[in-house]
Nanobody, 120 residues
Framework: QVQVAESGGGLVQAGGSLRLSCTAS????????MAWFRQPSGKERELVAS?????????YATSVEGRFTISRADPRTNRVYLQMNSLKPDDTAVYFC????????????WGQGTQVTVSS
């Protein structure tokens, strides 16, 4: 069984930075892409950033482009980071990491989420 675990959330003042980390582990797993989603309280979950393993292509939501960076760790590991700079109170949410396996049509393995709170 493959599991995804996030870490690195916390409380930060507006303008500050945080780095989230996510690792997919368990049985051998061929990753197609990994992504970060977030869900503010009372709102729907939204895609923040994603990275495709095969060609390194990335996607960013308009609201975070230029402030957030998704990057892959050592290619020998299924680990991805989300560097978040210039944080705003609107970035407050539970952040989820998700993995999409090769042959899957969507992100089918999810972490438990980590809370990010940005104070004004």
């Amino acid at each position: 069984q493959v599991q995804v675990a996030e870490s690195g959330g916390g409380l930060v003042q507006a303008g500050g930075s945080l780095r989230l980390s996510c690792t997919a582990s368990g049985r051998p797993f061929n990753v197609y892409a990994m992504a970060w989603f977030r869900q503010p309280s009372g709102k729907e979950r939204e895609l923040v950033a994603s990275k495709r393993w095969s060609n390194g292509n990335t996607y960013y939501a308009t609201s975070v482009e230029g402030r957030f960076t998704i990057s892959r760790a050592d290619p020998r590991t299924n680990r991805v980071y989300l560097q978040m700079n210039s944080l705003k109170p609107d970035d407050t949410a539970v952040y989820f990491c998700a993995a999409q396996g090769v042959g899957s049509t969507n992100y089918n393995i999810w972490g438990q989420g980590t809370q990010v709170t940005v104070s004004s």
